[in-house]
């Protein structure tokens, strides 16, 4: 493949547009966009917790979901293309099985925490929360020939391994854990 992207900026953002892959144009605020840009932001926090120290097997996860997500990205550019493979989510399930399967079941609420990558886990997991709830946003108003509903199906499992993936990586490095307490003075319900 040659050089793509020779010169980076191009000037035609400036009055509030940008192409999509289609090479149709759109508002910058438009729900496609608001869906790439946070599917992008999910990839960005996954490229910081593959920086962390990791058990092989988990490293290569994470580098698997970005390419994942990259290709997820593509989809909601190039609006009615098929770049997703549907089997990707059954993919997801069974890793979340077996990660799954190693774990203590809950008992209690957890908080975010523990390990720095167990807390990066977290953070994924809720911007990938995000990205579930603009893409569902944005079907209300595409036609499904624009967007296929495996889009929301796959960061829906998505965000539950990304919870389980934070839950892993405190068992794995000993670390318990952050329950959460009920606080003793908190109001009463009537």
């Known amino acids: 493949m040659g050089h793509r992207l020779s010169k980076i900026y191009t000037r035609t953002g400036d009055n509030g547009t940008t192409g999509l892959g289609s090479g149709e144009r759109t508002g910058k605020d438009d729900p496609r966009i608001e869906a790439i840009g946070t599917v992008d932001e999910l990839n960005a926090i996954l490229g910081l917790l593959a920086c962390e120290p990791l058990p092989e097997d988990l490293a290569a996860l994470i580098v698997r979901l970005q390419h994942e997500l990259f290709d997820l990205g593509g989809e909601l550019c190039l609006p009615g293309m098929a770049l997703f493979a549907e089997s990707r989510v059954d993919e997801l399930e069974q890793a979340l099985d077996r990660l799954n399967e190693t774990l ?34 944005l079907a209300r108003v595409e036609p499904q020939e624009r967007l296929r509903p495996v889009v929301a199906r796959y960061l829906n499992r998505l ?32």
């Not at 965000?159 to 068992?171: E, G, M, Y």
């Open 104 to 137: 203590p079941p809950l008992k209690d609420f957890i908080l975010p925490g523990g390990t720095r990558a167990a807390a990066l886990a977290h953070l994924a997991r809720t911007v990938c929360r995000r990205a579930e709830r603009e893409v569902v946003r």
């Open 159 to 190: 965000s539950d391994l990304l919870f389980v993936l934070a839950r892993t990586l405190n068992a794995r490095s000993g670390t318990p854990d952050v329950l959460w307490q009920k606080r003793l003075d908190a109001p009463k319900s009537r």
